[in-house]
């Protein structure tokens, strides 16, 4: 087949191939090379990690041996006929992948890069993508009418739209034979249905969240990690499930962000259970300050009126007296100056513009003698 036959279609009109132009960087699952200038070795192997809609991605084997890069988009083997994606991760980077997901899969076990992909496959492709949503929307009536308990939020139809992936969330077990049957009856494709948690679904969806910025796992989380209330119990912070809870009623991604933060900052502090004894009163602990590094006790435990602030040598010194069986005579040392409220430095209050600059060299004598007697009789004359 020449290269004009293959971007004709029956009918022997010319097809334009549409504008699949791949900036790097613009999709979450994208991944820095960081060994792309490392010598390129012959592997047997040949592992290309490619990319499809959403979070969907997998291994493939270069069988063919072509010069695939980052963005390019190729047909794959699928099951049946043909998928169509996008590479995403090739070379050296692969190999430490497979290694960071403890994956060693055989050469036989993984499908097969059949071809880049040419116009034809591209234009299926598009096709088959202007097909989810108006799939996705009559699926869910379907499965109303069927009465079934569930939602279906997504559709991904396969490059050569053989097969439809249907994404659903349920909360109990559902028997969706039926629901099968009358899907391909609809729209004459293989159906698979593949459930997804709250999560994923708020990642596919997207939305704003409660900072005001766009949703993290709609722009760089790919692998959910479990969040639980002890997360926020590290980070002091109330256990207030309407706060806590993000736009999939779930609890907040974000609270991992900085939970190593504040859990290497406790790491040295005395045990909180423990009240500290004094001789005009019993101190039990309320609350922490974890960067500050204060403690607040009160009088009453189940009270927080009158609280005392206690950095943490001072908490280590009381319990280590306490251990002795000695009680301290003041919580409180008067000479202590950790009260004052710590303000937060400004780095760059010292920096200006013009930092970088170089000086004026002020001893250099003045290239104008003329200017210089000028100025001296202005002087005089004015005098």
């Not at 479990?226 to 993000?246: D, I, W």
């Amino acid at each position: 087949m020449t290269d004009n036959e293959d971007n004709q279609g029956q009918s022997g009109e010319e097809i334009r191939m549409p504008d699949i132009t791949y900036k790097p960087g613009y999709n979450k699952l994208d991944s820095f090379n960081w060994l792309k200038d490392l010598p390129e070795i012959p592997d047997e192997k040949d592992i290309v990690e490619i990319r499809f809609k959403n979070t969907r991605k997998g291994f493939f084997r270069n069988v063919n041996g072509l010069r695939l890069e980052i963005g390019d988009v190729v047909a794959v083997e699928s099951s049946p006929g043909h998928d169509i994606g996008r590479v995403s991760m090739v070379g050296h980077l692969v190999d430490e992948q497979l290694k960071r997901l403890k994956s060693h899969p055989s050469t036989d076990d993984l499908k097969k890069v059949y071809r880049k992909a040419k116009a034809v496959d591209i234009q299926k492709w598009e096709e088959a993508k202007k097909l989810e949503t108006p799939t996705m929307l009559r699926s869910r009536k379907i499965s109303e009418e069927l009465k079934l308990n569930m939602k279906i939020g997504d559709v991904e139809y396969q490059g050569d739209k053989t097969k439809a992936i249907f994404y659903y969330i349920a909360d109990e077990r559902v028997d969706f034979r039926q629901l099968i049957k009358v899907l391909a009856d609809e729209f004459r494709v293989r159906i698979e249905m593949r459930q997804i948690g709250a999560r994923q679904e708020a990642g596919r969806i997207g939305g704003i969240g409660s900072c005001g910025r766009e949703l993290c796992c709609a722009t760089h989380i790919t692998n959910f990690i479990s969040v639980t209330t002890t997360h926020a119990k590290y980070q002091e912070l109330s256990l207030n499930p309407q706060k806590l809870a993000g736009q999939c009623s779930k609890l907040k991604c974000c609270l991992n962000f900085e939970l190593d933060c504040y859990v290497d900052a406790q790491r040295s502090f005395p045990p909180r259970d423990v009240p500290l004894e004094a001789l005009d009163c019993t101190a039990y602990f309320q609350k922490l300050e974890v960067h500050k590094g204060l403690y607040w006790y009160s009088t009453d435990p189940h009270s927080t009126a009158n609280l005392i602030a206690l950095p943490v040598q001072r908490v280590r010194e009381i319990q280590a007296t306490n251990r002795k069986g000695k009680k301290v005579e003041k919580l409180k040392l008067v000479d202590e100056a950790w009260e004052v409220t710590p303000v937060s430095q400004d780095l760059l209050k010292n920096n200006s513009l013009t930092r970088f600059d170089p000086p004026e060299n002020k001893s250099q004598p003045n290239k104008n003698p003329n200017k210089r007697k000028n100025k001296r009789f202005n002087d005089k004359r004015n005098k």
